[in-house]
């Protein structure tokens, strides 16, 4: 049975997850809740908290090993990473992970208020089985677009779409440039969509997972001023088309099951669903 210790990473520190993450990622579809490309979607925020799990067992050999450099958690064999998105704590597991051990340890983080997990089921809590949540997938294919790749003087307009498409959103061009600048900035892939008059209106990041390996779409937006105008199609499939050419093997988009219009537009773009995914709750929280 495994020991865990668990890290507490800053956003500069996040490297050793992110290629735990991308290790775990599998050809066809995220296995678990967290992509590299959600953690990079996190590092737009400067206080981003993530969390990484390894065997203790493993941090005392890698010690003993590179005791000069004292770098137990980028040496030690990773088991999980997660970090809390608002009150949902997601989790994804190296495929051979002790996940008794893990829910074990992440009470810690499950407060009350703290009442869901994505990936990790917890003893005693239930599936949410009225909110699933839809895992699409695309294969590669030959792709015709508008779209065109977000440049830094696009940066503006970017943000301007996100905060149109997501009511209550604050993203600025700061927090844009914070997360390309992060550990995870190099995966990203970014399209934008333009009206024929050149107003911003549809855009999508895509994260590469690796060569061989699935992708990933965090966030797509399309403004709400330019719905109905197929902009939101073309730049997923400008960011699908961009992501396969660095050597995906497919990409992958969840969105709730509820979110009719969300759905509709992936499979306009090509992507079929392959599974739901279902959080895990605490009896009488959510």
Do not use: I
Request: hydrophobic residues 40%.
């Amino acid at each position: 049975m495994a020991s865990l210790s668990r890290h507490r990473l800053s956003p500069a520190d996040t490297g050793p997850a992110l290629r735990a993450l991308r290790a775990w990622t599998p050809p066809d579809a995220p296995s678990g809740s967290l992509h590299p490309g959600d953690v990079g979607w996190l590092l737009r925020r400067d206080d981003a908290t993530v969390f990484l799990w390894t065997d203790t067992r493993a941090d005392a050999r890698a010690d003993a090993q590179t005791s000069a450099r004292a770098e137990g958690v980028t040496t030690a064999a990773p088991v999980a990473v997660g970090f809390l998105d608002g009150p949902v704590l997601r989790v994804t597991t190296a495929p051979d992970a002790d996940l008794g051990g893990l829910a074990a340890d992440a009470e810690d983080l499950l407060v009350p208020g703290n009442d869901a997990t994505d990936g990790l089921p917890v003893p005693g809590w239930e599936p949410d089985t009225e909110e699933p949540w839809l895992v699409f997938s695309w294969t590669p294919e030959p792709v015709s677009s508008r779209a065109v790749q977000v440049t830094e003087s696009d940066t503006a307009d970017r943000a301007l779409v996100h905060r149109a498409a997501f009511t209550g959103s604050t993203l600025t061009a700061d927090h844009w440039r914070t997360m390309k600048k992060s550990p995870a900035g190099h995966l990203a892939v970014e399209t934008l969509v333009r009206t024929p008059a050149g107003e911003p209106a549809a855009a999508a990041t895509g994260w590469f997972g690796g060569t061989g390996r699935c992708g990933l779409l965090e966030p797509v937006g399309t403004h709400a001023d330019h719905r109905g105008h197929g902009y939101g199609r073309d730049a997923v499939r400008g960011a699908c088309a961009a992501l396969a050419d660095r050597g995906a093997s497919a990409v992958a988009v969840l969105t709730p099951a509820s979110n009719e219009a969300a759905a509709a537009l992936y499979r306009s773009a090509g992507f079929t669903v392959v599974r739901e995914n279902l959080d895990w709750t605490r009896p009488g929280g959510m």
